[in-house]
């Protein structure tokens, strides 16, 4: 599995409207509103490298309103209990 973190500038008054449209596409699997440089956070997990070519060039292009993206391919997933399990080790129970 891949997994992309896609950052968009969506136009004004449009992000409820873009944020449907991107949850029809197949991998997306949540979409956030944002503040700061970028509207919306887009979380994506595919099956190739080529599938992620098809979604961020192809239908993503599609949607209406999307004025700029970013996209960042995912290596690894750290969450709380490997996090947990990092700075615990050499520590006795």
Known sequence: M???IILMEVERGCLDRVAQAL????GVREV??????????VLLRVE???RL???VNAEMA???HIV????????????RGDLD?????????
């Open 32 to 41: 956030y509103s944002t503040a700061g440089s970028y509207d919306m956070v």
């Open 48 to 50: 190739s490298p080529d």
């Open 2 to 4: 891949l997994q992309a």
């Open 85 to 93: 399990r990092m700075f615990s080790v050499g520590l006795d129970p």
């Open 53 to 55: 070519n098809e979604v």
């Open 62 to 64: 599609r949607v209406p």
């Open 68 to 79: 700029r993206t970013h996209t960042l391919t995912a290596f690894r997933c750290y969450d």
């Open 23 to 26: 949850l029809a596409i197949a």
